[in-house]
């Protein structure tokens, strides 16, 4: 069985635990650590890239959602900088997306 179905499969196992009545302490701290820990993970990232998008920046004198739009626009070439500048911001956006999820529970 892939790695994705059993994830899938857990999760649902969980899920139908927790229609049905059933909760446990150790079930609920146990997903708050792993969500912690990919939030941790996930903001780690997103400092690593944003680094990486400064260089850019700083380099070529402009902020990178300014730049991806003119790059993807077609108004600025292909230059390996660029696509690599491209690749980096389209990372960093899926981080992004990635924290909005992750957000702690309340806030």
């Known amino acids: 069985m892939p790695a994705q179905s ?8 969980l899920n139908t635990l927790h229609q049905r009545g059933y909760h446990s302490d150790l079930m609920e ?4 650590k792993m969500i912690d820990v990919e939030r941790s993970q996930a903001l780690q ?9 400064q260089v850019y920046e700083n380099q070529y004198h402009q902020p990178s ?23 980096v911001y389209d ?4 981080v992004q ?4 999820v992750l957000q702690p529970i309340g806030s």
């Open 45 to 53: 990232q997103a400092a690593d890239l944003q680094a990486k998008l």
């Open 97 to 100: 997306m990635r924290l909005s």
């Open 65 to 87: 959602d300014a730049f991806y739009k003119q790059f993807n626009a077609g108004e600025l070439g292909d230059s390996i900088d660029f696509v690599e500048w491209s690749i």
């Open 6 to 13: 059993r994830f899938l499969d857990q999760l649902q196992v």
């Open 29 to 32: 701290r146990s997903l708050a």
């Open 91 to 94: 990372m960093w956006q899926a």
